[in-house]
């Protein structure tokens, strides 16, 4: 008899959902867990199977800490603002927010057929004017922090979709940039955008990795993404001008070997410094620049530069310099200004080499090219016979003394552009007067709601659709006619904060952020404790949340500095062709197929038996039918002869409890699941067991399989307590002493005999022992024992001639 997974499943799924079983509990003398998912956006395509993989490791998780007596906080919610919805409304000119309601609807559905246990109470959507008043107050007090301001950003504009592009929706098409989605040219244009100063944060961000159990290779992305580089400001006076050049280096030790200076064609020092004799080129070179990405100005080899006729002063030496143009320096890095040393920095080797500039080495190498190492400088006044850290200290000093420069670092990380020329998003708490006065919404006013619009085309001035909606628009606040900001803001605003709206979660809305019972709550769970998935977000999203989180700990909200204590990414799952899984490779597995044909726990007990979970792995429809056998095997299993005791099985039992606990806690879910089956196939070869191994066997399996456990619990053992509350097996030590081991005997590396004996006796013994074996005498006769080696409780290995 098999078990009817399509009644039990659906059984057990109604009866935890209506009895929400999955409530966190709030006992003070329980410790806690908070067990997140990174929750998705509610697409049209519904749940992939990769995604049941990571949900039901932090299923698995919450159910097993749940037995061990944790409070466990497992909430569900939805990252609901986005582009997808939008192109969809304006597809369809339906509406985008009916439509991601139907999505969302569809995902919970699928999550509840999974058989994942999640306290819905606490279920969150992004786009929810409960939600997202506080997202909105959040911005209002960065605001208020000096952390967010308004001002002309270069972004990436494309005319013909009306609206501005994150670096990752271009590509380069022949050297210019166009757009990923319909190949349109794409523009650097300055556009007025509210940014979120992240920078600020940038050394807590790096400092504070420390606090935290992340993968190194996720924390290495994290310093790189922030990347801080130590160095100096000197100025560079303008020749015969009031002028000063500000350069930013980490090499201020080979300042003697400069021998010119470059500005970014943005800078704002361009246009004063340019000669007139010099204005064309320089202006036809600036608009050049304009369809360059940032990436290709960093790597193209063939460096382009043009002459401003003017020249700097080096302030160590007093040597006049000329002054270039060039895109390989980028305005937003540094002071977008640099001293160039062709010597002893390639990129200024392949300009100074490209246009015939002076190249004057400084420190002593035997390299052909540009030399970037340590060593002895020379041609170099007060730093002559130093090396690089010596020199470096000495300029920086005499910089400052003679208040011609400073020590500086400078970060990678560039401040949060936070506008988004988009209907489906967090409307900005911000009216302008009509002196275009920043006037930030009070705290009784939010949420501002979006209006309801027919038809969200871009204004295709640049606005967002917003700038449309008149009576929206334009309204009178505080007295005063006032404009609304049209901008929106970005998805990762919803999801930086979206851990704690769970915990402030009630039924119908939210504990207020600024509450002193909100503090109370957060202190109850923050921070999360185990934070699952996928390695797309190792720097965008995981940075934005921390520095959000910071400012909330400097707002006295939150109490822990870090948001995600531990943090896992989960492999990919690929398709049976071991190729990424997509509709046009047609090699798409559905998860609700899968639950149709074999149920959910085959599902889940099948993606945590593939291989360790963070690596990547390929589908296989024979290994979802060997997992069906396997937990049919099991529910036949309790048709045995249930009886007291059964000595045999004991061992095994025990070995299985261990296994599984600790395979569980490190996150080995692979090998547990081989030592349930382990456990089931030594069953198999006994045909009976007892009443503890047959009620302990199906609590380990429980998290795993939540339904077919259940299901033998309360029907087939005809126990009252549900699985999930119920406590998790304890091994007994003395099941896991192994009484007996084999001795391996070898003479001169040959396999002479085997002999099963006690383990952990003394080397002597276990010699003697195997120098009495027949089979030893007989390969050592006429021989002369030269040496006997022992491996404690494996091997005795004899050699002679
Ligand atoms: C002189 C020099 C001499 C430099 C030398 C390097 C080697 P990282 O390490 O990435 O921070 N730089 C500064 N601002 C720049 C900008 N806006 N665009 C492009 N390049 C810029 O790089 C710092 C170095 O990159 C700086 O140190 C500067 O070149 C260049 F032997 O100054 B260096």
Redesign the pocket.
């Known amino acids: 008899m098999n078990y009817n997974f399509k009644d039990i499943e659906i059984k057990w799924q109604n009866y935890w959902f209506e009895n929400k079983m999955f409530k966190a509990s709030n006992d003070p003398n329980k410790p806690k867990k908070y067990i997140l998912d990174m929750f998705p956006y509610p697409s049209a395509q519904g749940l992939h199977v990769g995604h049941i993989s990571g949900y039901t490791a932090t299923d698995i998780l919450s159910r097993y800490y749940r037995m061990k007596g944790f409070n466990v906080l497992h909430p569900f919610g939805w990252d609901a603002f986005g582009l997808p919805a939008e192109q969809f409304a304006l597809k369809t000119g339906k509406d985008p927010e009916g439509f991601t309601k139907e999505n969302i609807l569809n995902f919970k559905k699928q999550i509840i057929r999974s058989g994942k246990g999640i306290d819905w109470d606490r279920e969150i959507s992004t786009a929810e004017p409960y939600y997202f008043k506080w997202t909105q107050w959040i911005f209002k007090k960065l605001y208020e922090h000096d952390l967010a301001e308004i001002k002309d950003v270069e972004v990436n504009w494309c005319k013909d979709l009306g609206t501005v592009l994150a670096n990752d929706e271009i590509i380069n098409v022949d050297g210019k940039m166009v757009s990923e989605r319909g190949n349109y040219p794409v523009v650097k244009k300055a556009m007025r955008q509210w940014v979120l100063k992240i920078t600020k944060y940038a050394d807590r961000l790096l400092d504070d990795l420390e606090l935290i159990n992340w993968t190194h290779s996720l924390k290495e992305m994290q310093k790189n993404w922030i990347?801080k580089?130590q160095?100096a400001i000197i100025d560079f006076k303008v020749f015969e001008s009031n002028h000063k050049i500000q350069?930013?280096?980490?090499?201020?030790d080979?300042i003697y070997?400069?021998t010119y200076v470059v500005l970014?064609p943005e800078h704002e020092l361009v246009s004063s410094i340019t000669t007139d004799s010099e204005k064309e080129s320089v202006l036809n070179y600036i608009e050049e620049t304009k369809h360059k990405s940032d990436l290709e100005r960093?790597t193209n080899k063939e460096k382009t530069g043009i002459f401003s006729g003017s020249y700097a002063i080096n302030p160590l030496n007093n040597k006049k310099v000329p002054i270039w143009i060039a895109d390989?320096?980028?305005?937003?890095?540094?002071?977008?200004?640099?001293?160039?040393?062709p010597?002893?920095?390639e990129?200024?080797f392949e300009f100074a080499q490209n246009f015939g500039l002076d190249m004057i080495e400084v420190i002593k190498n035997d390299s052909d090219d540009?030399y970037?190492g340590d060593g002895i400088h020379y041609n170099s006044g007060i730093i002559d016979g130093l090396n690089n850290e010596q020199a470096t200290k000495k300029i920086i000093d005499y910089l400052t003394q003679t208040k011609t420069g400073y020590g500086h670092a400078?970060y990678?990380l560039r401040d949060w552009v936070f506008s988004r020329q988009r209907y489906w998003g967090e409307p900005f708490p911000v009216v302008y007067d009509s002196d275009d006065n920043i006037i930030i919404l009070d705290e009784e006013d939010l949420p501002l709601l979006l209006p309801k619009m027919k038809n969200i085309a871009p204004s295709g001035t640049g606005e967002s659709p917003l700038a449309n909606a008149h009576s929206w628009l334009n309204v009178e606040y505080k007295g005063k006619n006032v404009r609304r900001e049209t901008n929106t803001m970005p998805q990762l605003a919803g999801s930086s904060w979206y851990y704690i709206g769970f915990i402030l979660k009630e039924i119908l809305g939210m504990i207020p952020l600024n509450s002193e019972e909100a503090k109370e709550e957060l202190k109850k769970w923050l921070p999360v404790d185990i934070y699952l998935g996928g390695t797309e977000h190792a720097v965008g999203h995981l940075l934005y949340s921390r520095f959000w989180h910071k400012f909330l700990y400097d707002l006295g909200i939150v109490e822990t500095k870090e948001p995600f204590l531990k943090l896992i990414n989960q492999g990919m799952v690929l398709g049976p062709d071991n190729q990424k899984m997509s509709k046009s490779r047609g090699n798409v597995i559905n998860p609700d197929d899968i639950i149709d044909e074999f149920g959910a726990d085959t599902l889940r007990v099948y993606e945590m038996f593939m291989g360790p979970l963070t690596a990547e792995k390929s589908w296989s429809n024979e290994s979802v039918s060997g997992i069906k056998r396997f937990l049919d095997r099991v529910f036949r299993m309790y048709q045995f002869e249930i009886v007291d005791e059964v000595e045999e099985l004991n061992n095994v039992y025990h070995q299985t409890i261990k296994k599984v606990t600790e395979d569980i806690e490190n996150l080995n879910f692979n090998t547990a699941i081989s030592q349930l089956m382990i456990f089931v196939n030594d069953a198999y070869k006994v045909k009976k067991i007892s009443h503890e191994q047959a009620r302990g066997f199906i609590k380990l399996l429980n998290p795993f399989a939540p339904h077919i456990t259940e299901e033998i619990n309360k029907v087939v053992l005809n126990v009252k307590e549900d699985l999930i509350y119920s406590t998790w097996p304890i091994y007994d030590e003395k099941y896991l002493e192994v009484s007996e081991i084999e001795l391996v005997i070898q003479v001169n590396g040959k396999l002479r005999a085997r002999i099963m004996t006690k383990p952990n006796l003394t080397n002597e013994e276990y010699e003697k022992m195997a120098l009495s074996d027949q089979n030893v005498i007989k390969h050592l006769e006429n021989l002369t024992i030269r040496r006997v080696l022992v491996v404690p409780n494996k091997l005795v290995n004899i050699v002679a001639n």
């Open positions: 990347g580089s160095g350069v930013f280096t980490t090499r201020p080979t070997g400069v970014a960093q390989y320096v980028l305005p937003e890095y540094g002071t977008g200004a640099v001293m160039a040393v010597a002893h920095d990129r200024d540009s970037t400078t990678r």
